[in-house]
């Protein structure tokens, strides 16, 4: 209904209190809106601010609920949308406080209408109104209420003169009401009594006929039919013959259609004397995307045509994106800022329902193997998206990736060639590929051979988002113990919108452009021959076979397999708990609590040691009191919740190169009450092969393959080990897929289910003003070995 169609911001501070504390439950609440609500992209929240509303229960007058309701109105939420989702997840007390105690203005739209009638006629006088559901209607004449009327049609049958005068009618919904203007009926002598009679009653006329729409699924229908009569006219819809229910005004709304709304409306318009039927209009449905047809082609392999279509007409069959970032150099300057970009990038794209796979720090081999796993996850209509944050250079056109493993003095031989990839990409059928390279395109003076890829086919579908200029650089600015590159800083913001993704890049090269401090020394470069209005906030409709999707799954959710939480009883009666959290596809974070400790102990501590050879650990930084002490700049959760029990930190990375099953041993130090000497417990846990590892891209299946040879990658196998392992998961995989899925993001693995854990967050510290920063900036890439300056600016420094 139209007058539902206000933000939350016209909600009372007393009824969003109710309503706040309607939400404050773990059956039917705020957890439960906050998923129902992310049916529009708009309102889908990341994991950290769905934490911050579960941490409101740590203040005295803190509320989740609230929280919740002021995410919802920084966002424009609408009270129909709201109450839509508490439709949804059936909560009826919230409702039906809303439809019947939440006030709204009311607003009278058709006044009741002065007549002059002969004696023994009809009249009916009509009042309606909008605003709060539950409306009521009385009529009074003058001071006294006219028995039996509260509809809001006040008819009066063989009019006698005790019943000429002035009427008005009172519309209410609560506490609140509003009063329609007087109307004054009078009665007239006929005409045979030598008094002409002014006749008031006009016959009836539509003005505007409802029209014809073609939308998809998701759309608002609205369809109207004016109409001016005397006495005002009436309204009923009809849908297929059908009459509508409650549909009984000039306007039909009807928000988020699907298929079944298609089909014939028309409207029936009538008041006492007169009636008219508006024209039939047909409302024809799609399913919200492109049809099969629009990646079928025809015998000559000519594209089938196809109408133009809008926003919201496609779809993808899939999303799957691939982040890696390169940090750790061992022959150049290190990086800091791909961290950071990868992770906050992880989480948007997550938001999107993209299947997400992040890695940091790859060697040549690790990337190439990275590189055909993502392609297995690609499919016909599939949405593509690569991310790559690092050193990188651009020769003749051509871009390319470093590892960090590449020599003082590299050559495409050493890197990763984009426009390769893209060819493989392309083979897959996919529905949209998009690359976001955040790397330096200066040239290497050290390469000179001028590469030639394979024939690109004309699929009109690439996208092409430089963080920089050709033989730029790409520049990211430190502050505090974080770093962000400036081309994320500027992409988080607007990659939300639902926008063509050319139209959406565009407008962060516009952002870019308005800071002073990049105009003129970084510039992002736009390169796309996409045709079509697709967008990354396109909705997902699966087009393949079930077995297709289904297997597409269990690929990526094999990669983002983590460890059960459990809880070890040593000999002396402590109880540890061992949980386990992801930071990046190859990266975990490994936590230990003491649960239960007898009260003869003093004091006791749970410790890691003696890993499985393969991860990267820094032993200087394992069984850590805080996330920042044990290298983690991200995880922040020890320092949101409450410390009942310490917690130690270990945090494992590169663990793409775990060769074999992940053991440790878990060392319990305890003191006795009057007892100097402190006693030592172990525990050997093995706990399989945790997120990447899974897949084994530590293999050296790659013997040889460089951009010069194309032909080198399409014979690769497709990783049988993979396959073999993706066999021998399927069982478990598939009973729980999940919550391993959901898991990817707890740091807190007791109850993955729970939303109040997600807080594997990174801190949002990165705005515009971090642009003054006086800190020196770092550079993204090596153009030739003998360069070890930084490029500067006068006032701008690269890093």
């Excluded at 006698?160 to 203007?181: D, L, M």
């Excluded at 013997?703 to 998961?729: G, M, Q």
């Excluded at 594997?760 to 890439?781: D, I």
Aim: glycine fraction near 4%; aromatic fraction near 8%.
């Amino acid at each position: 209904m139209e007058e539902w169609n206000v933000g939350l911001e016209t909600l009372s501070d007393v009824a969003l209190c109710r309503l706040a504390e309607m939400l404050d439950n773990s059956a039917c609440g705020w957890r439960q809106l906050a998923e129902a609500v992310t049916e529009q992209p708009q309102f889908r929240y990341s994991e950290k601010e769905l934490t911050s509303c579960s941490l409101q229960v740590l203040s005295a007058r803190g509320s989740p609920g609230r929280y919740m309701l002021a995410l919802l109105t920084d966002r424009h939420c609408s009270l129909a949308f709201l109450l839509q989702c508490l439709k949804k997840i059936e909560h009826h007390e919230a409702v039906n406080f809303l439809t019947t105690s939440v006030m709204v203005p009311i607003e009278i739209t058709v006044q009741p209408q002065g007549v002059q009638i002969l004696e023994g006629s009809c009249v009916m006088l009509s009042c309606r109104a909008v605003g709060p559901l539950g409306l009521n209607y009385q009529w009074f004449k003058r001071e006294d209420e006219v028995p039996g009327a509260n509809a809001a049609e006040l008819v009066l049958s063989s009019v006698a003169p005790s019943q000429e005068g002035h009427y008005i009618c009172r519309v209410n919904a609560g506490e609140k009401c509003v009063f329609s203007k007087w109307a004054h009926v009078r009665l007239v002598c006929s005409a045979g009594s030598g008094v002409m009679f002014p006749s008031s009653a006009s016959g009836l006329c539509i003005t505007q006929q409802p029209r014809s729409q073609m939308l998809s699924e998701g759309d608002t229908l609205c369809l109207e039919c004016s109409a001016q009569a005397n006495p005002p006219p009436q309204f009923q819809w009809y849908h297929n013959k059908q009459p509508l229910a409650k549909a009984n005004s000039c306007f039909l709304k009807i928000p988020c259609v699907t298929t079944a709304d298609r089909g014939t409306y028309s409207c029936r318009v009538f008041n006492l004397y007169h009636e008219l039927l508006s024209d039939h209009v047909q409302v024809e449905i799609g399913p919200g995307s492109c049809t099969d047809a629009s990646w079928r082609t025809d015998e000559e392999d000519t594209p089938c045509c196809t109408p133009p279509r809008q926003m919201g007409d496609f779809y993808a069959t899939d999303k799957v994106a691939l982040l890696m970032g390169n940090m750790n150099y061992l022959h150049h300057r290190q990086l800091r800022a791909p961290m950071a970009d990868v992770y906050e990038l992880t989480n948007l794209l997550r938001q999107l329902d993209f299947k997400v796979v992040s890695l940091l720090d790859l060697n040549w081999h690790e990337m190439h193997r990275a590189v055909t796993e993502f392609l297995l996850l690609l499919g016909r209509g599939v949405y593509g998206l690569l991310y790559y944050a690092g050193h990188g250079y651009e020769n003749y056109g051509n871009s390319f990736m470093v590892p960090i493993d590449a020599p003082a003095s590299y050559t495409s031989e050493h890197c990763l060639w984009v426009q390769e990839v893209l060819q493989r990409m392309q083979e897959r059928q996919t529905g949209l590929n998009v690359f976001l390279l955040d790397m330096c395109r200066k040239r290497n003076l050290n390469d000179d051979i001028i590469q030639q890829p394979g024939p690109l086919k004309v699929t009109a579908n690439i996208v092409f988002g430089y963080a920089t200029c050709v033989d730029a650089e790409a520049f990211e600015v430190n502050k505090d113990d974080l770093s962000n590159g400036i081309f994320i800083s500027f992409l988080k913001k607007r990659l939300m919108e639902q926008e063509k993704v050319t139209v959406m890049l565009d407008r962060v090269a516009e952002d870019m452009g308005r800071c002073e401090l990049t105009r003129g020394r970084q510039a992002l470069e736009l390169r796309s021959n996409l045709c079509e209005r697709r967008a990354l906030t396109d909705r997902i409709q699966a087009i393949d076979c079930p077995v297709m999707a289904s297997t597409r799954n269990l690929q990526w959710s094999i990669a983002h397999v983590l460890p059960e939480s459990r809880v070890l009883r040593f000999d002396c009666g402590v109880k540890v708990q061992l949980g386990f959290a992801a930071e990046f596809s190859n990266i975990m974070i490994i936590y230990t609590r003491i649960l239960e400790k007898p009260k003869d102990i003093t004091s006791c501590s749970a410790q890691l040691s003696d890993f499985t050879e393969g991860p990267e650990i820094d032993l200087k930084r394992t069984n850590q009191e805080s996330l920042r002490d044990a290298g983690s700049l991200l995880l922040t959760m020890d320092d949101r919740l409450p410390q009942e029990q310490p917690r130690l930190y270990t945090r494992l990375c590169a663990l793409q190169r775990l060769k074999r099953e992940l053991s440790f041993t878990v060392c319990l130090h305890y003191q006795y009450t009057n007892l100097d000497e402190e006693v030592l417990e172990r525990q050997t846990v093995t706990v399989g092969k945790p997120l990447v590892s899974k897949l084994n891209l530590h293999e050296q299946r790659l013997l040889h393959a460089s951009p010069s040879s194309s032909s080198d990658l399409h014979t690769l196998p497709d990783s049988s080990s993979f396959a073999e392992d993706l066999r021998a998961s399927l069982p478990s995989l598939e009973a729980s897929l999940t919550e391993s899925a959901e898991s990817y993001y707890y740091p807190h693995a007791v109850s993955p289910g729970s939303a109040s854990q997600r807080i594997n967050e990174p801190e949002e510290t990165t705005s515009l003003e971090f642009l003054t920063s006086e800190e020196l900036p770092a550079s993204k890439s090596l153009t030739h070995a003998g360069t070890e300056k930084p490029f500067k600016f006068t006032s701008f420094h690269s890093f």
